[in-house]
């Protein structure tokens, strides 16, 4: 079923925006963290991955996250939308304001630097999502856009997960250290929170164990949130989700 703009506009849980957004995606997670730590009040309307055209018709735009808000107006791209959300909500507690721009500007160098590694070993293990793997359509246009942008299958990506954890293994030991020490990337929780366990998520399904401080970082998050991100997981108190 076709959802619109239209049909998602007023549907904000108690008037607060809708969350138009995938179930797998790390740029979703992120927001749908920063909504669960700021308590914001919303729906989400979960989309299904089947091209461009689809991403236009239920959001505006032509890839996710978007926000809608009860007045019509959208956001996109997810740290615009968690910086928005600050300004937007002022009483709730502040994302951006809660870590120095020259750590955050650290956290992103890092998240660059293990970009490819992350998202091979990522891109095949994401369809235990609902909504994709059991997804024909959904998982014929995840495929021809992942195996694209990566230069390989899935089931080829799959085979050297090893290879590819072991290359990043140093980078997540470092990160996992410093949530260690402070909790946090920076105590208090903050958008580079966001960043890093929205985006590291699907690491949580790899048949290869994490650092233990970083498993630990996830539970930590989650709580904080009150949102999990695995599949299958219940969803945020804040939260009224929708299937389409």
Known sequence: MEVTIAQCQGKGQQGGPTLIHFEFCPFCHRVRLALGFKGIAHAEMI??????????????????????YSDGS???ESLDIIRFL????????????????RDFEAVLAWRSRISDN????????LTAYDGLGDDPRAMAFYRQRMEGWLGASLEELHAQR???????????????????????????FSIADTVIAGDLTGLRLLDIPLPPALTAYFARVEAA??????????RSASAAATNR
């Open 162 to 188: 090893r290879q590819f954890f072991d290359a990043m293994l140093p980078e997540l030991e470092v990160m996992a250290s410093t949530v260690d020490r402070y909790g946090f990337y920076r105590s208090p």
């Open 74 to 76: 959208r956001q996109s």
């Open 225 to 234: 949130c009150a949102t999990s991100l695995l599949p299958g997981c219940p």
């Open 47 to 68: 989309a299904r991955f089947y091209g461009t055209e689809h991403f236009l018709a239920v959001s505006g735009y032509e890839r996710l996250p978007v926000l809608l």
């Open 86 to 101: 600050d300004t937007h909500f002022p009483d709730s507690a502040s994302l951006t304001m809660a870590i120095d721009e």
């Open 118 to 125: 992350l998202f091979r070993l990522i891109s095949p293990i």
